[in-house]
Nanobody, 120 residues
Framework: QVQLMESGGGLVQPGGSLRLSCAASGSISNIDAMGWYRQAPGKQRELVATITLERGTPTYAHSLEGRFTISRDRARSTVYLQMNSLKTEDTAVYYC?????????????WGQGTQVTVST
């Protein structure tokens, strides 16, 4: 089993920055990639960015590339999301996920989410 713990959310003014962290624990050797998704009120959950743990290859939602940067610390089994030039429309609950592969199955596991609010 893999457990994920997000941190770093909060309230920030437009134009500000935040860095989210997601620490994995448990069967971390089975994790292929980790990522961030977000869900705004009344909207579907959408991809923000993902990164492979071994090579650190990132993938971004096209609309967010350039403002958001995903990175990982393999030694700490932690991924980060640096968010710059934040806009009010970035307000959402941000969820960390992990793509896990075992001998029996592949599955996604999710953290509980961290609220990001961009407002004056």
């Amino acid at each position: 089993q893999v457990q994920l713990m997000e941190s770093g959310g909060g309230l920030v003014q437009p134009g500000g920055s935040l860095r989210l962290s997601c620490a994995a624990s448990g069967s971390i050797s089975n994790i292929d990639a980790m990522g961030w998704y977000r869900q705004a009120p009344g909207k579907q959950r959408e991809l923000v960015a993902t990164i492979t743990l071994e090579r650190g290859t990132p993938t971004y939602a096209h609309s967010l590339e350039g403002r958001f940067t995903i990175s990982r610390d393999r030694a700490r089994s932690t991924v980060y999301l640096q968010m710059n030039s934040l806009k009010t429309e970035d307000t959402a609950v941000y969820y960390c996920n992990a793509e896990v592969s075992t001998d029996d199955m592949n599955y996604l596991t999710w953290g509980q989410g961290t609220q990001v609010t961009v407002s004056t």
